[in-house]
């Protein structure tokens, strides 16, 4: 590089740098600015002699990254420090002990939280790809700034990966796609998740990217005459108004038109709302919803609105803090158009989420308005021990679902995610409630716990103290909160089960003359073939594992070892003789576990207890990959949307449905007895129960839910020694 170029770089570095002083959206006092310029002359120090793909200096990349960060999502100078040396711990001998000391222990912790994701280690498989975004995302716990600023990195990677290979820009684009952009939306900075995921289109999809932004681009000249059009109609009656107010017209993403083509199977000149109007009035707080709705009068006017298209937003924020009035009206020529109205302080908290907020409220700062954007996303990070695959997907569930309105009993407003059940809406109150559910009512009439609620639905819960959960719960939910309180109270009653089990293996042991000692458990564990001991327990407490299999097992131990080794031989060799009830013989998919049609893939053969998961082929249903799979990497990177987490499970561990015909001699309190012994001392739960009585005679039929035919043979064993029972048969 020439003495002259190298100036001329320099230069350019100081352009950018002031740059950034002047786009900061918060006010920098001279403190800030002190500490911000040292900042910048540690990174620039720090990268002098890098350079990156593209060829250029590479502090061209961290000064990008804090503008973003300081005007773009809007915080202040603690985060613009941390952005501008967020590579520098990475890249150079600068260690986190020494950003102390020259800073302070906030922009070491957010520099060190930074690093630890840029340290994480290179994909090799699906689950290695989610286990890291489940580092990165329980980073939050340490200052959710440090989220904020990777966001601002991946933007301006995004921004600038022309120079990589095609394979890289398709994986860090799919990447983008699966976690970065449903972040952004669930922080509420949709201007930069608009970004996200045009850019991660541009590289995963290329051809319907262009064709997309082309067809745009030919009718923008056609799109701007038919806004001037509205406008200049809308113009003249806001005028007489007196209001301070902009017009602006904009076209919808390239990502949410392709969005509509693909779910609603349409092409481009079908999707009929293509751009949007957005009108910006300044105003007083007091005043704002007032002159909202004045302005939603004046547009309905002049044009006819959709009435399934108002949006009031403005009324019942979303749980991101945005707040607008949205409308969809029929236009000039027949063609529909979106008008968002807002006031200049909603406008802010649109495009750059919670930071936002402090401007305008007195007493908030930004370490507050920090804590709001941190519990938007605490919720999914309550469980972090489960498998990572299911955190990852748990957690973009609830990152990226519209949202809906419900009221409590007492008239009080819950945001809830599409979808979500009454059960859901039970958990979001409180735990106690959830779990205590027995039934729910919604707008005064009873519903199942799986109903799907709408906006506007009023639910009510109705608990029991003795309710417990069970694993058909899972299937009721949807939200992450919901399923992470189910499955803890579920392992909760598991290891209460196994305690008990525990106490009547020793006793059995003790019966059968074997010591009961970590030899003997570990020889029962695999006699059974199960993982752990807590399964062991567990199956003998629920009566899986009984009397005759545990003979079985003394038998076996107490006989010739020679005969042993050569019965354990032919046992291991017919696959027919493995024990259907301590198997992973079942493979279920998606976080409801669902039984689905299947073809196991044939370029690495998966087998059962394999770590798996589901690609939705176009014409061959769903294949089953092994997460190290050769293909993995490109099947994840190139069509995550496609990706369905899978699992074996063991059958013998689900809940069964088993109708049981009951007849005999009819007496006072048959029914009470009957509840009373499956329910209370079985503990197995009841269905359905219908009960029919002739002359002194009663026929009727039971429903229960049981885990395995042990425990249903126990349960009709004991219906039998009711007084009166004479005949108690399964029917099939």
């Not at 031989?569 to 576990?593: C, H, M, P, R, Y």
């Amino acid at each position: 590089m020439t003495e002259e170029q190298l100036e001329q770089e320099n230069k350019a570095i100081a352009r950018e740098y002031k740059d950034l002083l002047s786009v900061s959206y918060q006010t920098l006092t001279d403190e800030d600015k002190k500490m911000i310029r040292k900042a910048f002359d540690v990174a620039v120090e720090a990268h002098k002699d890098q350079r990156r793909k593209s060829g250029e200096a590479y502090i061209f990349h961290p000064i990008a990254v804090a503008k973003i960060v300081a005007n773009e999502i809007g915080l202040g100078a603690t985060s613009i420090a941390a952005a501008l040396m967020h590579d520098v711990v990475e890249d150079t001998d600068v260690t986190v002990k020494d950003i102390e000391r020259m800073f302070n222990p906030k922009i070491a912790q957010i520099v060190a939280g930074l690093t630890k994701i840029s340290q994480m280690e290179p994909d090799a498989d699906i689950s290695l790809q989610a286990e890291n975004y489940r580092k990165m995302l329980l980073t939050l716990n340490d200052d959710v700034r440090v989220i904020l600023i990777k966001i601002a990195d991946r933007l301006h990677n995004m921004q600038t990966m022309g120079s990589m290979a095609a394979y890289k820009q398709a994986k860090i684009a799919s990447e983008t796609l699966y976690i970065y952009a449903p972040l952004a939306h669930r922080l509420g900075l949709f201007n930069i998740k608009t970004k996200l995921e045009d850019l991660g289109l541009k590289y995963t999809e290329p051809e319907e990217y262009n064709d997309i932004a082309n067809q745009i681009n030919e009718s923008k000249e056609e799109q701007e005459g038919y806004i001037k059009e509205i406008s200049d109609i809308l113009d003249a009656s806001l005028q007489k108004e007196d209001f301070e107010y902009i017009i602006k017209g904009r076209p919808k993403s390239v990502y949410s038109i392709y969005r509509k083509i693909k779910t609603q199977g349409i092409s481009f000149d079908q999707v009929y709302d293509k751009f949007a109007l957005r009108i910006i009035y300044k105003s007083r707080p007091e005043d704002e919803k007032f002159i909202a709705w004045k302005i939603y009068s004046i547009i309905t006017n002049h044009f006819r609105p959709s009435p399934s298209r108002l949006r009031d937003w403005i009324s019942s924020p979303k749980s991101t803090g945005y707040e607008a009035l949205h409308t969809t009206v029929m236009g000039p020529k027949g063609r529909w158009v979106e008008i968002q109205v807002r006031s200049e302080r909603m406008d802010e908290i649109a495009e750059k989420g919670y930071a936002a907020h402090y401007r305008y409220k007195q007493g908030v700062t930004e370490e507050n308005s920090l804590d709001i954007w941190l519990n938007l996303l605490k919720e999914a990070l309550e469980n972090p021990e489960t498998n990572a695959v299911d955190f990852v997907e748990d957690f973009k569930l609830n990152l990226y679902s519209k949202e809906i309105y419900v009221f409590t009993p007492k008239g009080e407003i819950k945001p809830l995610p599409k979808g979500a059940t009454a059960l859901d809406f039970a958990f979001s109150i409180h735990t106690d409630i959830g779990i205590k559910t027995r039934g729910a009512k919604v707008n005064g009439r009873l519903v199942p716990l799986n109903f799907e609620l709408n906006s506007g639905d009023q639910v009510e819960i109705i608990t029991a103290s003795n309710q417990k959960p069970t694993t058909h719960w899972l299937e009721f939910v949807t939200t992450a909160r919901a399923k992470n309180k189910i499955k803890n109270v579920l392992n909760e009653e598991m290891k209460r089960i196994g305690e008990e089990g525990k106490e009547l293996l020793i006793r059995k042991m003790r019966h059968l003359k074997i010591n009961f000692d970590e030899k003997t458990i570990n020889e029962l564990v695999n006699h059974f073939r199960l993982k752990t001991s807590l399964d062991l327990f567990y199956k003998v407490g629920c009566g899986i594992i009984d009397n005759q299999q545990l003979k079985e097992f003394g038998n076996h131990k107490n006989s010739n070892p020679i005969i042993n080794f050569f019965k354990k031989t032919i046992k291991i060799s017919d696959s027919k003789e493995t024990n259907a009830e301590t198997k992973l013989d079942l493979l279920v998919f998606g976080k409801a576990q669902e039984k689905l049609d299947y073809k196991l893939s044939s370029c690495c053969n998966p087998i059962p207890g394999d770590d798996v998961f589901g690609f939705v082929t176009i014409n061959e249903g769903i294949k089953v990959h092994k997460s190290n799979c050769p293909n993995a990497i490109a099947l994840q990177s190139n069509y995550a949307y496609r990706i369905l987490s899978a699992e074996w499970i063991d059958s013998s561990m689900q809940d069964f449905n088993a109708k049981l015909e009951i007849k005999g001699i009819d007496g006072l309190g048959l029914t009470n007895e009957l509840t009373k012994v499956i329910s209370n001392q079985m503990g197995v739960n009841i269905q359905s129960i219908s009960l029919s009585g002739n002359a002194g005679i009663f026929t009727g039929e039971i429903t229960v839910i049981v885990p395995n035919s042990s425990v249903l043979k126990k349960l009709t064993d004991s219906i039998l020694k009711i007084d009166g029972v004479e005949k108690v048969t399964r029917v099939n």
